[in-house]
C-alpha cells in the first residue's frame, strides 16, 4: 500500500460474535484506524457485508475478515425444539471465498488478505498464504500462525508475516495490538 495513491479503504471485521475470527478482526481494525489517522476515507465493514460496498472509489481493500468458512448443506427452515430432538447432526460444506470476487468486480483495487493458520512453521504460512494470495489475486497477504504463544486468540499481541506478489517477505515480531 505504500506509495498507493488512494485515500479510500475498505476494511472488514466480523462479528464480535464469530470468537474464532477475534484476531483477525483486531488486525483489520488497526489497519482501519491507521488508514483513518493518516487521513483516508475509510469504510469499515462490521459483520455481513456485501460486494456492493467495493466501488470504484473504494481503491484499497483490507480484508481482515473471512465470512464463515462452513456452512449447513441444508438449512433448517424453522427453529429447532430442543425437546423435539435428543440429537442434531448438521453437515457442513465450504462457502465461496468472497475475498476471490474482489478482483472481479472492482479490478483497479489494491486487496490486501489476511490468512491465519495453526502450527505450522514459517515456511509453510508462507506457502499457504502465497497459494491464497494468487487465487484472490491480491496484492499482499497478511497472515500468521494462531497457535503461537502471544498470538493466537484473546490476546493483545499478534506476530504476522507479510507477503506480496513478488513472494517478498516482511517479519513482523510479536507487537502489542494498540486498542483506543
Given at each position: 500500500?505504500?506509495?498507493?495513491?488512494?485515500?479510500?479503504?475498505?476494511?472488514?471485521?466480523?462479528?464480535?460474535?464469530?470468537?474464532?475470527?477475534?484476531?483477525?478482526?483486531?488486525?483489520?481494525?488497526?489497519?482501519?484506524?491507521e488508514a483513518l489517522r493518516r487521513g483516508a476515507?475509510?469504510?469499515?465493514?462490521?459483520?455481513?457485508?456485501?460486494?456492493?460496498?467495493?466501488?470504484?472509489?473504494?481503491?484499497?481493500?483490507?480484508?481482515?475478515?473471512?465470512?464463515?468458512?462452513?456452512?449447513?448443506?441444508?438449512?433448517?427452515?424453522?427453529?429447532?425444539?430442543?425437546?423435539?430432538?435428543?440429537?442434531?447432526?448438521?453437515?457442513?460444506?465450504?462457502?465461496?471465498?468472497?475475498?476471490?470476487?474482489?478482483?472481479?468486480?472492482?479490478?483497479?483495487?489494491?486487496?490486501?488478505?489476511?490468512?491465519?493458520?495453526?502450527?505450522?512453521?514459517?515456511?509453510?504460512?508462507?506457502?499457504?498464504?502465497?497459494?491464497?494470495?494468487?487465487?484472490?489475486?491480491?496484492?499482499?497477504?497478511?497472515?500468521?500462525?494462531?497457535?503461537?504463544?502471544?498470538?493466537?486468540?484473546?490476546?493483545?499481541?499478534?506476530?504476522?508475516?507479510?507477503?506480496d506478489k513478488e513472494r517478498n517477505v516482511i517479519?513482523?515480531?510479536?507487537?502489542?495490538?494498540v486498542k483506543n
Amino acid at each position: 500500500m505504500k506509495g498507493h495513491p488512494s485515500k479510500n479503504i475498505v476494511a472488514t471485521k466480523s462479528s464480535e460474535l464469530e470468537g474464532k475470527r477475534i484476531v483477525l478482526c483486531i488486525t483489520g481494525v488497526a489497519a482501519a484506524e491507521e488508514a483513518l489517522r493518516r487521513g483516508a476515507d475509510v469504510t469499515l465493514i462490521y459483520g455481513c457485508g456485501t460486494m456492493e460496498e467495493l466501488s470504484c472509489r473504494n481503491m484499497i481493500v483490507i480484508a481482515g475478515a473471512a465470512a464463515a468458512d462452513f456452512a449447513p448443506e441444508k438449512p433448517f427452515e424453522r427453529k429447532i425444539s430442543t425437546r423435539a430432538a435428543s440429537e442434531l447432526i448438521l453437515k457442513l460444506k465450504p462457502t465461496p471465498k468472497i475475498i476471490e470476487a474482489v478482483k472481479q468486480v472492482s479490478p483497479k483495487t489494491f486487496l490486501v488478505a489476511f490468512k491465519a493458520e495453526y502450527m505450522l512453521s514459517d515456511e509453510e504460512i508462507i506457502e499457504s498464504a502465497y497459494k491464497t494470495l494468487k487465487a484472490s489475486n491480491a496484492d499482499s497477504i497478511v497472515a500468521n500462525d494462531v497457535g503461537r504463544q502471544g498470538a493466537g486468540f484473546g490476546v493483545d499481541t499478534n506476530e504476522v508475516l507479510i507477503i506480496d506478489k513478488e513472494r517478498n517477505v516482511i517479519h513482523m515480531p510479536l507487537t502489542t495490538i494498540v486498542k483506543n
